[in-house]
Structure formats: C-alpha cells, structure tokens
C-alpha cells in the first residue's frame, strides 16, 4: 500500500504546532506550565490530540525535530572519517551533552509529561546504537553495549539540569569533566 502524501495545510499545521511548542518550553523557565492551550493557539486543541495524541507525544516530536540536524551532522561527520574511535565516542558524547544542555527546560518537560525514563525515548536507540558503533572499534573495550548505556547514562537530563542549574556547574566545566571520564573509562590509548 503506498504511504499517504500529507496535505500542504496538515503540515503547515504540524510545523506551526511544533514552533509554537518549541518556542515556549524554551522560554519558560517552568516548562510544566506550558499548557496544551498556549500550544494550541492558531491551530485548535482538537487538532493538537489528534495530531500528537498527548502532552508527552508532542513533547518527543518537538525533542525530535530538534534532534534531526544533529543526527545528521553526526552521520556525516561520521561517514566522513578522519577521526579515530576515542575521538568519535568523544565527540558523540560532547554533541549529546551539549544538546542536553541547550534543552535543558524542553527535556525536564518530557520527564514530567511521563517521558521519565531515557530508554523508552524513540531516540535513545539511535545515541546507544551510534555510540556502541564507536566504541566497538576503541581497543580494550570488552562489552560496547553495557559501556555505551553507562556513557550514555552520565549524560542524563535530569543530572545535566542539575548540576548546571543547582550546582551552577559551567557548561564548559562540564564538558571538560566528561571528556576526562571517558578517558577513564577506555583507557590509556
């Protein structure tokens, strides 16, 4: 059965909803407040529910669209080469923490829309996938798979939000002590 062409006023509707959404978990310092109503301006809540089912199906297709160009410019960077596999898995953790970093308020709202956990996201499987990619070609490495879960693990949401936002951790102080654990962790190379 051939896949349905959506119509130009369905996605224009689409990309609408997710800009408005996008704009306003990044503005709200409470991302819990932003209702479904302030979404839904100019569209109608009705074709909000329809469209992305619930507060946590919006949520993950804004996080999503978000993620798309850094999945990209991930691949490519990737298929382009030139690195070794310490200085992938690195840059690949950099880029996921620095995403997380940026979206901190949209991240805090997915864990409070029911998205709590980051193994039931749809794009955890692509970070883990990619990263144990890496890290199969990183000598010493015995189990990517678990190693990949554990790096993965350091970046959570919930710990970035928190150590940038109630440890008052900079950033870039964050990023040099990642890079430093993931030194610790595959070793001297």
């Known amino acids: 059965m051939a896949q349905r062409t959506e119509r130009a006023d369905a996605l224009r509707n689409r990309e ?14 409470s991302p819990q407040s932003v209702s479904m109503d ?27 669209s978000r993620l798309e160009p850094l999945q990209r410019a991930v691949q490519e960077a990737q298929d382009a080469g030139g690195s ?40 955890y499987d692509w970070w883990h996938d990619t990263l144990r990619a890496a890290l199969d ?9 678990f190693t990949a879960h554990a790096l993965l693990a350091t970046i959570r949401a919930d710990l970035v939000a928190h150590l940038i936002d109630d440890q008052k951790t900079a950033p870039e ?8 654990y993931i030194d610790n962790v595959l070793g001297a190379g």
Do not use: W
């Open 38 to 64: 302030d979404i839904a301006a100019g569209v109608g809540k009705g074709t909000l529910f329809r469209r992305f089912g619930d507060r946590a199906g919006l949520i993950g297709a804004v996080i999503a």
């Open 84 to 123: 070794s596999p310490r200085q992938r898995v690195r840059a690949l953790l950099d880029a996921a923490l620095c995403f997380k970093i940026e979206n901190r308020n949209l991240m805090s709202a997915a864990e409070h829309a029911g998205l709590s956990s980051p193994y039931q996201a749809e794009h």
């Open 173 to 180: 102080a964050l990023r040099a002590s990642l890079a430093a």
């Open 137 to 145: 070609q990183v000598p010493g490495v015995h189990d990517a798979d």
């Open 16 to 29: 609408a909803v997710l800009a408005a959404a996008d704009a306003l978990f990044a503005a709200s310092s």
